[in-house]
Structures are given as C-alpha cells and as structure tokens.
T-cell receptor, first 113, second 110 residues
Framework: DSGVTQTPKHLITATGQRVTLRCSPR?????VYWYQQSLDQGLQFLIQYYNGEERAKGNILERFSAQQFPDLHSELNLSSLELGDSALYFC????????????FGPGTRLTVT | GQQLNQSPQSMFIQEGEDVSMNCTSS?????WLWYKQDPGEGPVLLIALYKAGELTSNGRLTAQFGITRKDSFLNISASIPSDVGIYFC??????????FGGGTRLMVKP
C-alpha cells in the first residue's frame, strides 16, 4: 500500500458526460501528479500540483482540468467525455516539488460507453 | 506522446532464471526509476537511480544508470512466480514529470 488513495475504483459513464476523480496523497506529501494509462499511449503525464498551485502540465486535453485543495487532496475533472478517454487514471504523490520519488495510487478505471 | 524505448516488450521465462531488461532514450535524464505494475494496481517503485554510472540493488533486483544518462537496465536474479507483472522504466528531470517506457511484461513458468 503506497499510502495514496483514489476514488472511485471504477467508473462507467456515457459519452458527453462529466466525471470527477479524487486523489488523497500520502501523509505529508505536497505534490500530486495525474497520469493516464491507455493501451495505445501507455503511461502519460497529465498535470502536477504542488501545495495547491499548478506546477507542470503535460499532454492534458483542454476538456480536462484539475485542482489541489488546501487539505492537499486533488481532483481531476474530465468533461465532454469521448470513447477514447477510456483509460486508467493514476494519481501519484511526492514530498516536495522537484525530483522526488513518486508513489502511485491504485488508479481509477474509466470506461466511456 | 514521448516514450522511452524499453525492451523486450515481453518475456516468458522459467522460474529460477535471471532476467534482464533495458531502456534507452534520445534525451538525458537526471533520474531513472523502475516500477512494477500488477494487474489492476498502480505502479510500485522498485529502484531509483540518481547518478550516472550508479548501480543499485534491492534484494534480487539490480539496476544501473547508464554513463551517458540516456539509458538504464534492470536485472532480476533467480526469478520466482511473484515476479510476474509489467515492469516500467521512467526518466525524470527537474521538471518532475515522469516519462515512461512502454513496459516489459514478464511471465514466469513454475
């Protein structure tokens, strides 16, 4: 158990809908990262937050957004969902903001039908 | 998106055999990491490497950070059935984001 928790474990929704994925980092970690894992693209970095502020952005679609709250938990919002958004979404956390080892949560499996 | 070149893509070995997999990149990384992912789970950190040329062990696992900073390898000695899973390399720079390899799927025959 990495100490990173994610909810829900599974999510099934229809195209065009909007969903919110939630992540709680390990105790004491200030950084939260979101990754998408799909069969064709592998594991791809989406976005990082450090202590409530956006720190780095990867290949995140404009339909996706994230935030980190004062209690350091984070949410990833996915809107106008398409079939191709079906994937595993992982949250990871690390103590600081630079070069730290990242510990991954169990993931949320999103299926868009 | 950019990925590291990880090989082999899959391996089917006999229990007790040694395993070797590697990762190469066209870019330099400051840190190389190796993760293992079991079905339905998130990647679990196995080994982190911080200096070019560094050789680090974690039990039966040994990993090295290539001298050019563009490659890394992972060896598993005396494989056992619970080594089954997908192994990922990842490169990291000061920007923090991890760039992952495509994974090596390891299957072990008892």
């Amino acid at each position: 158990d990495s100490g990173v928790t994610q909810t829900p474990k599974h999510l099934i929704t229809a195209t065009g809908q909007r969903v919110t994925l939630r992540c709680s980092p390990r105790s004491g970690d200030l950084s939260v990262y979101w990754y998408q894992q799909s069969l064709d693209q592998g594991l791809q970095f989406l976005i990082q937050y450090y202590n409530g502020e956006e720190r780095a952005k990867g290949n995140i679609l404009e339909r996706f957004s994230a935030q980190q709250f004062p209690d350091l938990h984070s949410e990833l919002n996915l809107s106008s969902l398409e079939l191709g958004d079906s994937a595993l979404y992982f949250c990871a956390s690390s103590p600081g903001g630079f070069g730290d080892e990242q510990y991954f949560g169990p993931g949320t499996r999103l299926t868009v039908t | 998106g950019q990925q590291l070149n990880q090989s082999p893509q899959s391996m089917f070995i006999q229990e007790g055999e040694d395993v070797s997999m590697n990762c190469t990149s066209s870019s330099i990384f400051n840190t190389w990491l190796w993760y293992k992912q079991d079905p339905g789970e998130g990647p679990v950190l196995l080994i982190a490497l911080y200096k070019a040329g560094e050789l680090t062990s974690n039990g039966r696992l040994t990993a090295q950070f290539g001298i050019t900073r563009k490659d890394s390898f992972l060896n598993i000695s005396a494989s056992i059935p619970s080594d089954v899973g997908i192994y990922f390399c990842a490169g990291q720079n000061a920007g923090n984001m991890l760039t992952f390899g495509g994974g090596t799927r390891l299957m072990v025959k008892p």
